[in-house]
Each structure stands twice: as structure tokens, then as C-alpha cells.
């Protein structure tokens, strides 16, 4: 029998919320079926308004709050801005480490039916403000001025801002400054729709050890007016730039940076700091945003693994390197593979940079690369994976069974995939031993979980 919709648009009922959406949406159910609700928090009680009705969700708007969370916190309209891309704005932060690790003990719970694992305390930030290394802006123009900021919600509308509560200020500073330079000289903004124009984007990367600043312009065209004064006026207002780049995308593409990118003055990298290693970080690279909860991380990946200098450990997913070469100062020898050519090049450079030379990075998917090292009669006595969103891909789940190594660290950004993971590896010789959760970026939906297994019969 087909379900009736308990509701049509432009009703006006209360609700209350239940939960967050991974947008940090408000969830209500009304006779099960649910109404997304921007600003709504679990626990509250509020009469919505229904905007829009579809099959089997529908989508409101928060009229008069009638019960409000222990959680709450207002914002005052004059700060809304400065929060772009924080859902859980509207949380306390004592609320939102709840709210995470309950997701996570939910997901492995529900998902993963690990109803015997030990799953520590949420590792919070003492300041979970202001902790983003890295910031890139979109770039537009309203009454003759240029603006930046972020993109409402579903939108490609400029929200014009010059602070973000979330990024170092070093970010904040350079961005407000580089904004204010091009305003001045005269510096055309992009426009999406024409087409036309010259800054699309401004991007702003922040060595949080070595207070090293990296600006990047990102341009529509290979000309940039006014070049040399735009260098020398960002020199003089930064004093701690490194590097001042140009990456030209001239493409009609939502993908940021493109394929062109000249160094305008100083380096061409600039550098950081995890413990005791030194990454160098281009305008491409991915690394870490918050410097402080990665090494709370990665210090956890290295207990996890539980090295004593004799193991040989392989990072699948291993980026630029960074948890390879922290693995490096304990094992014996490790082995990164990486599908992004780039990604690989600067984790041997990263290698080099610290002297590290029992290391050896290979390009290729991990679940054709591994088994390929298998057969050269590499066995891995450690694996650790970080994969993306989607978790592990099954080819490298059945490689894992296969190599059967003493201990697996898997570092996860998806609590849901890395329920479903665990217990296929959980099915298949290993036991999960611990579960981390780390909160690397408050003020977000988003919790990072590192977990440590072990092959059953082996010691923990």
C-alpha cells in the first residue's frame, strides 16, 4: 500500500528533532516521515513551515523554537557570517563531541554490529576555533567593489566576508588583504555566467610550525594587470610570505585551481611540520588543514601500529607521504602507494627533505599495487589505510585478508564506511581491537576515527 505523504507545502506544524542530516540539517518525523530542517537541533521542539514536499522527504523552515537544546547557542547576526561552512554553528562545542562520538558508537553499533569494541572518549581541541591552515575564496564584485567569501547554501551567491571563525588568522589576514590589494588596482573579478573577467579565486596556505605564508592567485587569464605591484604590495603587507603564485584555470569548470601555475615571487613550496617532520607543501598538495589534531592523529597511528623497529609496515591511500614517513621513524621499512602521480612525487621529495630513505612510493590503486608486492615476496607485518569517503575499495579489503598482517590501522573520515569495513575484515581473521575518534574540524558535521585490529591469534 502506497504511503501517504502526511503533508504538503506551506503547512505550519511542530516537529521535534531527532537527529542531524551530514549537512547538519535538523531531522523531524512525522509519522515517519522525515522533514529537513536547517538550524534545528536533536532534542528541540519548533513549528516549521513545509517548503517543499518530494517522495519520501520533505524540507522546512525553523519558525519559533518551543523547547530548545541544553546545547544551543545563539549567534549574534552580526557574527553569522563569519561561520561560512559550519553546520554545527549553532552547537555548543561540549554538544557537538557528543553528537560525534554518539555517531560514531551509532555507526559501528548499527552498521557494524561491533557491540564488543572499546571505543575511547572523542579527542577534542582545547581552541576549536581558528585552526585551519589553508583557505581558498571565490573571488566576485558587487557595487563596483570586489568581494569574498563562501557560497550560500545550494547557491553560487557570494557571501562577502573578511573573517572566518575557523581559519588561522594568518589566513584571515592574507585573504583580507590580497582582496584589498586587487580592489584597489583595479583587478577584474570573474564572472561564472560571462565568463569573463580575471580572479577567480584567492588562496591562502599557512605553515603553522614555521609561520611560512603561500598566497595563490587563481586566474581566469594568463595576463594578470598590474602583476608586479600587486607582488610588491603583498610583500611589503605580509611579512611572512614565502611564496606568491599564479595558477591560471580558464576552463568553465566549479574545479578550482587548473593545469598552469607560475611561481610570481619567492618559492615555489613552503613548509610545515608534524612532530619531528617536515613536509613541503605546494599549491596542489593535499595536506592536513588542522596542524594541531594530525599530529594528535598520527601519534595514535603510531601506537595503534605498535612498531619496535623490525616491522615492515605498507600505507595504502598515502597521500604526500605524511603518515608514512611518521610510521618511518619506527619501522623497518615502509611502502606507500598512491593512485595521484603528483601526490607520489612530492612524497619522495618529502622523503629526501627528511632524510628518510626506508621508504619506497609507488603510483597505482593499492588493491593491484599490493598484491603485486605480495608476489615479490614483500609481506607486510603492519597495513594502514586512510581511504576517502567511500572507504576501502573491495579488492583492497580481500587483499588485507589475504596478506593476513599482524596489525591494521585504518584512519577513517566516514564512520558509516568504516562500519561496513570492519566487519568484513572482522569476518575474515581480524578483531577489532580499539576505536579513536578525533574531532579535526570543529564547528563541522565531520569526525575523523582512527581504529587498530589485530589478526586473530596474534598479540594485541
Given at each position: 500500500m502506497?504511503?501517504?505523504?502526511p503533508?504538503?507545502?506551506n503547512?505550519?506544524?511542530?516537529?521535534?528533532?531527532?537527529?542531524l542530516?551530514h549537512?547538519?540539517?535538523?531531522?523531524?518525523?512525522?509519522?515517519?516521515?522525515?522533514?529537513?530542517?536547517?538550524?534545528?537541533?536533536?532534542?528541540?521542539?519548533?513549528?516549521?513551515?513545509?517548503?517543499?514536499?518530494?517522495k519520501?522527504?520533505?524540507?522546512?523552515?525553523?519558525?519559533?523554537?518551543k523547547?530548545r537544546?541544553?546545547?544551543?547557542?545563539?549567534?549574534?547576526?552580526?557574527e553569522?557570517?563569519k561561520?561560512?561552512?559550519?553546520?554545527?554553528?549553532?552547537?555548543s562545542?561540549?554538544?557537538?563531541l557528543?553528537?560525534?562520538?554518539n555517531?560514531?558508537?551509532?555507526?559501528?553499533t548499527?552498521?557494524?554490529?561491533?557491540t564488543d569494541?572499546q571505543?575511547h572518549?572523542?579527542i577534542?581541541?582545547d581552541?576549536?576555533?581558528h585552526?585551519?591552515?589553508?583557505?581558498?575564496v571565490p573571488v566576485?564584485?558587487?557595487?563596483?567593489?570586489?568581494?569574498?567569501?563562501?557560497?550560500?547554501?545550494?547557491?553560487?551567491?557570494?557571501i562577502?566576508?573578511d573573517?572566518?571563525?575557523?581559519?588561522?588568522e594568518?589566513?584571515?589576514?592574507?585573504?583580507?588583504?590580497?582582496k584589498?590589494?586587487?580592489?584597489?588596482?583595479g583587478?577584474?573579478?570573474?564572472?561564472?555566467?560571462k565568463?569573463?573577467?580575471?580572479?577567480?579565486?584567492?588562496m591562502?596556505?599557512f605553515?603553522?610550525q614555521t609561520?611560512?605564508?603561500?598566497?595563490?592567485?587563481?586566474?581566469?587569464?594568463?595576463?594578470?594587470?598590474?602583476?608586479?605591484?600587486?607582488?610588491d604590495?603583498?610583500?611589503?603587507?605580509?611579512?611572512?610570505?614565502?611564496?606568491?603564485?599564479?595558477n591560471i584555470?580558464?576552463?568553465?569548470?566549479?574545479?578550482?585551481?587548473?593545469?598552469?601555475?607560475?611561481v610570481?615571487?619567492?618559492s615555489?613550496?613552503?613548509?610545515?611540520?608534524?612532530?619531528?617532520?617536515?613536509?613541503m607543501?605546494?599549491?596542489?598538495?593535499f595536506?592536513?588543514?588542522?596542524?594541531v589534531?594530525?599530529?594528535?592523529?598520527?601519534?595514535?597511528?603510531?601506537?595503534?601500529?605498535?612498531?619496535t623497529?623490525e616491522?615492515?609496515?605498507?600505507?595504502?591511500?598515502?597521500g604526500?607521504?605524511?603518515?608514512?614517513?611518521?610510521l618511518?621513524?619506527?619501522?623497518?621499512?615502509?611502502?606507500?602507494v598512491e593512485?595521484?602521480?603528483?601526490?607520489?612525487?612530492?612524497?619522495?621529495?618529502?622523503?629526501?627533505?627528511?632524510?628518510i630513505?626506508?621508504?619506497e612510493?609507488?603510483?597505482?590503486?593499492?588493491e593491484?599495487?599490493?598484491?603485486?608486492?605480495?608476489k615479490e615476496?614483500?609481506?607486510?607485518?603492519?597495513i594502514?589505510?586512510?581511504?576517502?569517503?567511500?572507504?576501502?575499495?573491495?579488492?583492497?579489503?580481500?587483499?588485507?585478508?589475504?596478506?593476513?598482517?599482524?596489525?591494521?590501522v585504518?584512519?577513517s573520515?566516514?564512520p558509516?564506511?568504516?562500519?561496513?569495513?570492519?566487519q568484513?575484515?572482522?569476518?575474515?581473521?581480524?578483531k577489532?581491537?580499539?576505536?579513536q575518534?578525533?574531532?579535526m574540524?570543529?564547528?563541522?558535521?565531520?569526525?575523523?576515527?582512527?581504529?587498530?585490529?589485530?589478526?586473530?591469534?596474534?598479540?594485541?
Amino acid at each position: 500500500m502506497k504511503q501517504q505523504i502526511p503533508v504538503k507545502k506551506n503547512d505550519y506544524i511542530d516537529v521535534d528533532f531527532i537527529d542531524l542530516t551530514h549537512e547538519g540539517q535538523g531531522v523531524a518525523k512525522i509519522n515517519s516521515f522525515p522533514i529537513f530542517v536547517p538550524g534545528g537541533l536533536p532534542g528541540e521542539r519548533a513549528q516549521i513551515k513545509v517548503l517543499n514536499v518530494k517522495k519520501n522527504y520533505g524540507y522546512g523552515k525553523l519558525i519559533e523554537m518551543k523547547e530548545r537544546s541544553p546545547y544551543r547557542i545563539d549567534i549574534p547576526k552580526t557574527e553569522i557570517n563569519k561561520y561560512g561552512g559550519c553546520q554545527l554553528q549553532h552547537m555548543s562545542y561540549e554538544g557537538q563531541l557528543q553528537f560525534k562520538q554518539n555517531r560514531v558508537t551509532q555507526a559501528l553499533t548499527r552498521i557494524g554490529k561491533l557491540t564488543d569494541v572499546q571505543i575511547h572518549p572523542i579527542i577534542g581541541m582545547d581552541e576549536p576555533f581558528h585552526y585551519r591552515n589553508k583557505a581558498q575564496v571565490p573571488v566576485g564584485e558587487k557595487d563596483g567593489r570586489l568581494i569574498s567569501g563562501f557560497y550560500k547554501p545550494r547557491t553560487h551567491e557570494i557571501i562577502d566576508t573578511d573573517e572566518s571563525v575557523i581559519q588561522i588568522e594568518a589566513i584571515n589576514e592574507a585573504i583580507r588583504v590580497v582582496k584589498r590589494i586587487c580592489d584597489e588596482l583595479g583587478i577584474e573579478a570573474y564572472h561564472e555566467e560571462k565568463h569573463t573577467g580575471v580572479l577567480r579565486n584567492i588562496m591562502a596556505r599557512f605553515g603553522k610550525q614555521t609561520d611560512e605564508l603561500m598566497i595563490v592567485l587563481i586566474t581566469k587569464t594568463e595576463k594578470l594587470p598590474h602583476r608586479q605591484e600587486i607582488i610588491d604590495r603583498i610583500v611589503t603587507a605580509l611579512p611572512n610570505v614565502k611564496s606568491i603564485v599564479q595558477n591560471i584555470n580558464s576552463k568553465r569548470t566549479n574545479v578550482i585551481l587548473g593545469d598552469i601555475t607560475t611561481v610570481l615571487w619567492g618559492s615555489d613550496v613552503i613548509y610545515d611540520y608534524i612532530g619531528d617532520v617536515k613536509f613541503m607543501i605546494s599549491p596542489l598538495s593535499f595536506y592536513q588543514v588542522n596542524p594541531v589534531q594530525t599530529k594528535v592523529l598520527y601519534d595514535k597511528a603510531l601506537e595503534y601500529a605498535n612498531l619496535t623497529g623490525e616491522e615492515i609496515v605498507i600505507d595504502a591511500y598515502c597521500g604526500i607521504g605524511t603518515i608514512s614517513l611518521f610510521l618511518a621513524q619506527k619501522a623497518k621499512k615502509v611502502y606507500g602507494v598512491e593512485v595521484v602521480p603528483d601526490a607520489i612525487e612530492d612524497a619522495k621529495k618529502n622523503a629526501e627533505l627528511n632524510g628518510i630513505h626506508h621508504v619506497e612510493f609507488a603510483v597505482g590503486e593499492a588493491e593491484t599495487v599490493i598484491p603485486n608486492w605480495a608476489k615479490e615476496g614483500i609481506h607486510a607485518d603492519v597495513i594502514v589505510v586512510d581511504p576517502p569517503r567511500k572507504g576501502c575499495a573491495e579488492t583492497l579489503l580481500e587483499t588485507i585478508i589475504e596478506m593476513k598482517p599482524k596489525r591494521v590501522v585504518y584512519v577513517s573520515c566516514n564512520p558509516a564506511t568504516l562500519a561496513r569495513d570492519l566487519q568484513i575484515l572482522e569476518n575474515n581473521g581480524f578483531k577489532t581491537i580499539e576505536v579513536q575518534p578525533v574531532d579535526m574540524f570543529p564547528q563541522t558535521m565531520h569526525v575523523e576515527v582512527i581504529v587498530k585490529l589485530v589478526l586473530k591469534g596474534t598479540a594485541v
